[in-house]
DNA sequence: CTGTTAGCGCTTTCAC
DNA sequence: GTGAAAGCGCTAACAG
């Protein structure tokens, strides 16, 4: 609409001067007469800067990427904010990209496009070669709740710990046949909840017993699965930690389809405290990973990435502490 | 990185050819020989484009953006995998904010500067008047699932059909004292439903009473509350039509704890099918809305507004179309 | 305290 | 078929 140029007409003065009211550059060495006849001219023309101009000049574009395999699973939702929360605070905006229907190649372009300056990698869909691939254009890129080996570059929780608390709790409670079914084993993720599952088990004294492990995808279709599977046993387990919500969902119906009540036959938690958890019957209790923290915390390390031009050299971050969310789907084991 | 410039210096042209062949110019009028050669100094510096200038002069940034209340709530989820697929689908990025944070005067800055060329509004949280005033910069954006009086540019589901549907479905199972938790009836969608809920009942001669009627925003915790009140009531009734699905979540978490029974002692029927419907205890039977639909109709309409530059003048849209998901929290009554 | 100048990287007439 | 030149809107030295 109407360009810094017109604005500069209208109030006498050249669009240099304009540009320092309008950036409030600190060397406002400006006479307060001459910014308000630009104030005023700016109101009067509803004069907003156009950021492409200004990002080409400065070579930056102040927007950060995220990619996350699908909006509608809620475990993101956290993340997405806490992201969203610290870009805006930090003079960011996010671009969430869902992997549904784009290519890989579709979400790097913005990156090497100069369209965003970083990109959080929130997807355990994205095959390790492709980010090694990346990580060679030296572009800033973060990832979140996932481990590379070979990147440095990532945040990620303290799932070793989530998965000990679920474990011992169970344990707390009198079970001692308690069965895991495991996000894929070759995810960051689902390898730490499963080894805090086994820490957990040992800490406490309990035999590990390999048939209570079930690896599954995580999805409710797959926990579904697994869980029959576990049902399935000569002597099935009394209570079962799934290594996350989705998981956690399909479990509780294979529970309930085979007749099984809980927590009175059959304890269950899982990870990720979702919105809906205390609204299901019975009401979930769950581990809470610091999600949020996650987004917040990979979005600011990011752009420490992005303006120390260099950076990368620093270890990644774990995001430390997990909480039982103690509601009413884990109670005493039958018989005891 | 490398610019078209180098680019050109390298293939030993002008960069105005390296441009052409870039953008696949329909005038190609180039030498096989020649393309070959930029196509080589383009893949050896790993050239890409750098938006920024190509949207500064084109005075585009193919940018939308989309304002929704809240990641988490998954009645956003399917609009906008629908907007993101039309997006990308005619060379769009999506821009995707929630209200969390940011203030509307955040949320349409991006499009005043030109970061966005429209802009998204599925929110029921933004003011009317507000719009209304967005409505006056002329650019151009559109409503979805909503409606505000004076604006013509939206995109809304039949919910009066959707409505009928569910309350037609209850009365089909027996019922007849028949709750209706609605959404709040200054917004289209509650009062639509509303609308919906009455004209199932009258065409099938149900009699309609205001006692049966609450309303309610579109949470959890005050679906939660309605409930309650209405098994309050000296006569409950028999069967519930939530207006949404967070209120419906709330609804069924009151029905549990009141010792109550679903579907044996009440009924209930909420909309949008959200991907855990399916695995909650009772499985929810639900009416499923063409929210995948609604995002992407809304961005098509939207990006014919951007290239028809005065458009506007078209009435909005209303993509037709609900399904009752049966599923079994709907029963006949106790005693019928 | 304000103006001049140059240029970010790209596209697009218009020439040749 | 390719090159030259101008300019999108803004910012950042550098003068004055």
Redesign the interface.
């Known amino acids: 609409m109407a360009t810094l140029k017109e604005v500069a007409k209208l109030a006498k003065v050249d669009p240099s001067v304009v540009s320092r009211v309008v950036n409030n550059d600190p060397a406002l060495n400006i006479k307060t007469e001459t910014r308000k006849r630009i104030l005023d001219a700016i109101e009067k023309m509803?004069y907003?800067?156009?950021?492409?101009?200004r990002?080409?000049k400065k070579g930056q574009?102040k927007m950060l990427g995220m990619i996350i395999p699908?909006?509608?699973n809620?475990v993101?939702?956290?993340m997405?904010?806490g992201a969203?929360?610290q870009a805006?605070h930090e003079g960011y905006?996010?671009?969430?990209?869902?992997m549904?229907?784009?290519g890989l190649e579709?979400s790097y372009?913005?990156l090497?496009?100069?369209?965003i300056e970083g990109l959080l990698i929130a997807n355990s869909e994205i095959d390790n070669k492709e980010i090694l691939e990346l990580k060679k254009?030296k572009k800033p890129f973060i990832l979140v709740n996932r481990f590379v080996p070979g990147i440095d570059n990532y945040v990620v929780a303290n799932d070793v710990l989530g998965a000990k608390l679920a474990t011992k709790h169970l344990i707390d409670q009198g079970h001692h046949l308690i069965a895991h079914i495991s996000g894929p084993l070759f995810t960051g993720t689902g390898l730490n909840r499963f080894q805090g599952y086994r820490e957990g088990l040992q800490e406490k004294n309990v035999d590990f017993s390999p048939v209570y492990v079930q690896e599954s995808k995580y999805t409710?279709e797959s926990g579904y699965e697994s869980m029959q599977r576990l049902l399935d046993l000569p002597t099935p387990p009394t209570a079962v930690f799934a290594s996350n919500i989705m998981i956690c969902?399909?479990a509780?119906?294979a529970i309930?389809d085979r007749g099984l009540s809980v927590p009175k036959d059959i304890s269950i938690i899982g990870v990720h405290d979702?919105?809906?958890a205390?609204?299901?019957?019975p009401p979930l209790t769950t581990i809470e990973m610091p999600l949020y923290d996650m987004g917040k915390e990979a979005v600011k390390k990011l752009i420490t990435i992005i303006q120390g031009d260099e950076g990368e050299n620093e270890r990644g971050i774990m995001i430390d502490g997990a909480s039982l969310i103690l509601r009413s789907s884990t109670s005493p084991p039958p018989f005891s």
């Open positions: 509803n907003r800067p156009n950021l492409s101009a990002n080409l574009s699908d909006f509608s809620p993101y939702s956290s997405i904010h969203e929360d805006a905006n996010l671009l969430v990209y869902s549904k229907q784009k579709k372009s913005p090497l496009e100069g369209q254009t409710v969902l399909g509780m119906k309930h979702v919105f809906f205390s609204t299901l019957q």
